[in-house]
Each structure stands twice: as structure tokens, then as C-alpha cells.
């Protein structure tokens, strides 16, 4: 039994509570208060101790030591307060049938309680000064070497209690790195519970000035802060929250250019954003840099939680989505919106960034959370890996960011593996490559047309107006520009094959059997 | 074929689809055999906006492809992508 006591031990009563008929042995250890530390006369001194985790911590260790050595019984009483010189600072006994063990036993005991206990001790020097020591660096059973102040131990005391938090999940958090991209109706509340829940580096990426129909779903900001720069706002008021962590701010629009530098000293990534430009950005970049991203996403009364993680089993926003949609679902702005659905949303976040963090279980890599606030209904929906996804399926097509798969593209990009087959037929086939490209790779066993590229000059004498198409290249780039151009002249139908050729003949050789077409080339 | 005689579906809709169709979910009495051929048949039934090519669709909590054969007891959700933060 491990005890804090706040008056002077009482030993002999232990040693009584040890006496055992089988024990051959006691070993017994006192530490007393002396009088020169470091060359200081010392006069008196105090103990500071964190009783809840202390006496955790304390019983964990006489746990290991009845583990490791043959013994029978061990107890061990810290005080704290304030004591004199001489006075008794730590007791611990060890009955064993054998002297051996009571000994090693006794000495891993102290050694493991000066190594790991939240204590402090307050020296008062003879002329006058006083100081306080940390005993140790608190280490806990993970022997990182990250100190907590005493203050900040204090600060976490409730969540540590958690057998599933305690001091290691306290310092995996401290050692953790969080990125928030978006610091609006989602980011507020993402970014408050990760502050007070001990995340050690917390990025914001935001470059919005607060505005005032933002305060009724972004209560991380304040009336008097309108018209002000968000991110500086969020630090100050992260900063009054929690001063023991360390927050940086990103000033600045997340870009195809800048997303993977930004992320570089981050762990995990929070989407709090509310575009799926950046939806996209992010979700191609944390599956290249193999980075932890959770993304939430609101609409009216419902939203929608995904986590990814760098692994077999997972799927990724394109494995469901393969284009970035067009904003036809709108946005908070112009949808409406009550604050508490985004505000629920972000603490869902903020909860699987502190779960993944400890370990604990969350939401799987292949699953989709959406919940309903009218009805209250929640479903979590599988979504296995797309073995066809542009970005994480077995020949991904986006194998780096570039700024052209987050514009106005993927209005037009078609990606044919989703496309059922008798939707696939109502489309001509448009091969624009040029003559030699085909005959290097060719396309069979399917009826298209070819209008080599670089002879595409008057559209209409090509195409239909009222015609579907569907145009392929080598990559996809040229197809791009010729449905862009298409487009703009108001053939609305016109579509261009994500991948380029490889995509067309791996969809004809999915469907081979389907198409009764003569070979046409 | 049996597959072409009606089966008893429920359906739930979310975003933009809940709007239009004014329902959370509803029962379904179909003869469509796959989502595709249900989804067109809601699509004139609630005149949706959003093509085809922007939802998806689980049936029984799992994501499935358009193609797929319906059952009689499925239970299927449409789901638009959304963005608002």
C-alpha cells in the first residue's frame, strides 16, 4: 500500500501492518531531511506532492516490485508539508521469506518513487532564500523526458485520473502536434478542446478577419474582436485558455503550393474548412505525406466525419467522391446554419485528434459518420477502399499536388470506373489523340471516334451541340482542354476521362462481355 | 425474372435531398432493380436537382455501387457530399 501522509510516519505501526508468520526477512528504507543540499544550509523544506496520480503512481510501483521479486508484502508512506531537518521524508518495507529479495526489492521501490512521483519539494535556506526542486523530472513508465510544471499537472488532474489518460497519455498529448486548417464554425470548438485538453503544438491556419454574422456558430471569438484578424484573436483567447501549450499561427489561404509545407511539422490534420477545394487539397495531400486527417463537414441540420489514416484498410474522400463537386450543395453562408451543428461537429474532431493521440478506439479509416440533429438518427456507413481511386487505389492517377485537380476540371472530369454501363453507352467516344499514339496503344473492342488533336480547330463542323461525349488522350491534359474549350461554347455534354487511355481500355476490359459493338477503330 | 417484381425498400435522405424530397426517410415500393433505376425513379417522383454523378449510395451501412441488386427489406441512404464548416 502506498500512502501520502501529511503529518510525521508513523513506522513502527507499518512495519506491524507488514509482520507476516511466512516472512524470513523485512528490509526497511528511511529518507530523512538533511541539513547542506548543494552547498546550501537548508533550514526547512516542503513537499509539494499531486496526491491523486502520486498514489497511482505509488501503488503501480509496489505492484511491479510484488511482480519482479519473490516477496510478500511491501509498503511505502511519502509525506508532504512542510518538514524539519531530520524529519522522516519516505518510508518503505518489504517483508520476504528471503533477505535477498526484501533488499532488491526495497531499493528498486525508493529508486522507482524518487524517479517517477509528481513531487516537489520547496527548500528554505538558513539565510533567508527559499526555491523550489523539482525532485525529478516526472517520467511515469514511458521514460520520456518531458517535465510538467505543477500547475499544469494540476490543470490536467481531472483528465489524467482517467485510467486511459494518466501521466503517458498526458505527455503523448503534450508531444503531439495538431494542425487546424480553418478556424471558423468547426475550428472554434475543435481548437478550444484541443487547447484544454493539453495538445503541446497547436498550428491555425486561418487568414479571415472575424466578422459579425460569424460569432453566432465561432464562439472561440468575441464582439470586441470584429473586424480583427481571426487567428491572432483565436491565440489570445487559446492563450488566456491554456498558457502551458504552444500555438503558431498560419496567416495565410491553404493552397495547392503551400499545403504540404504547411503540414510538414504537423501529425494530424484537422479539416475544418468549408470548401471542398480545400476538402480535396487536403485529403490528396495527407494520403501523399501519409499524415492523420480528420475531416467534418456540415450542411443545415446534419453533417459528416470521416478519419483517415495512413493504412491498409482505409479509404479516402476520392475513393467515395473521385471529383472535387461543384458547390451546388452550399455552404454555411448561403444554406444557413445554427451554430451548435458545425460546434458538435468540431468537437467530434478534436475528440478523435485526443483518441487517436492515446490510442483509444475512434472512428475506422473506412467509415463515414453522418448524424441528423432533427431526427437525431446516426449511421456509421463502410466504405472499403476503391482499388480504381485517382488517389489510393491500386494505379493512383494524382501521385503529387498540382494545382490543376482543385479548379473548375473536375466540373468537366469523368472517371469512368464509376460510371454504370448503360450510362457509359449514351456517350460517344472521342480518342483525340494522334495517329501515332494509337497505333502504340491501341484501342479495341469498343466503337469511337478519332479527331486527332492537334487538327481540332472548328468544333462545330466535329461535334453535336445536343451530343454527349466523352473525350479521352494519352494523360488526360489534352482532353482537358479540348472539353474546357467545349464548354465554353456551350457544349454542355462534353466530358473529359480522368487517366487518359489506361482508364478507357481498363473499363472495356471490365466490360468486355457487355459490349456487343463491332470492333471499331 | 424475379427481380422485377416490387419490393419494400426504406429509404433515407440527407442535405439537399431531404430538402427536395421534404423526408427523412420514407418506405418504398419499387420494381427497380438496381440504385440507378430507384434513383431515377425518385428523381422524377421528387424532381432532384443533383445529378446523379455527385451522390452516393449505401445500402445496409455500406457503400455500394449503382449497379448492384436491390433487395426486398434494403435499406438505403443517398448521400451528397457537403462542405459547410
Known sequence: MFLISKKSIEKNQSKTDL???HAGAFASFEGWVRQVNDGKDIAALEYEVFDELAVKEGNLILKEAKENYLILDAKCIHRSGKLKIGDMAVWVGVTAEHRKDALKACEYIIDAIKMRLPIWKKEHYKNGDSGWIHCRPVQGNSQSAHEFSNPELQYYSRQMNLPQVGLDGQKKLKDAKVLVVGAGGLGSPALLYLAAGGIGTLGICEFDHLEIHNLHRQPLYSFDKIGQVKSQSAVERLETLNPFINIKIHDEKLTADNVEKLMTAY???LDCSDNFKTKFLLNDACYLTKKILIMASVYQFEGQLKVYRPEKSASCLRCLWPNVPDDSCLDCATAGILGFVPGFFGILQAAEA???????????????????????????????????CLVCGEKPMLTKIDAGNYGDENRFQLQLSHLPLKEFQKFELVDIREPQEC????VVGIRLKNFPFSQIKETEKLFNRRGEYLVFCEKGIRSNRVVRKLRSEGFSQAFSVLGGTDAVNEYIAVHKKDFDSPVTK | MASKTAKTITIRYFALLREESQKTEETFSTKSTTPLELFKELKAHYQFTLPMDSLRIAINDEFKPWNVKLKSGDDIVFIPPVSGG
Not at chain 1, 439 to 442: E, G, M, V
Open chain 1, 19 to 21: 509482520s507476516n508468520g
Open chain 1, 267 to 269: 501529425d494530424i490534420i
Open chain 1, 354 to 388: 485526443i483518441k487517436q493521440i492515446l490510442r483509444l478506439e475512434g472512428l475506422a479509416s473506412n467509415e463515414l459518420l453522418i448524424f441528423d440533429f432533427l431526427s437525431y438518427r446516426m449511421k456509421t456507413l463502410k466504405q472499403v477502399r476503391d482499388p480504381a
Open chain 1, 439 to 442: 497505333a502504340t496503344k491501341p
